[in-house]
């Protein structure tokens, strides 16, 4: 866990182990979301990027008789 500090101007340094983990770039997008007392910073990924995450799934399980509609 990496402490950082609050500029004047509300900005936080993320620190470069955590930028070279998540891969984030100078300018990519991310969006602040307010949990209780902490705060999480979550990659945005417009939903082009989105386009095929689900190619390859395997979708031939059976289903119980109960879960069908």
Do not use: H, N, W
């Amino acid at each position: 866990m990496e402490t950082v500090t609050i500029s004047s101007e509300f900005q936080v340094f993320i620190p470069k182990s955590i930028r070279e983990k998540l891969k984030l770039v100078p300018g990519q997008r991310v969006r602040a979301i307010a949990y209780g007392q902490r705060i999480e910073l979550v990659r945005f990924a417009p939903p082009g990027e989105l386009c095929g995450i689900l190619r390859g799934l395997d979708a031939t399980f059976a289903r119980d008789e109960g879960d069908r509609l």
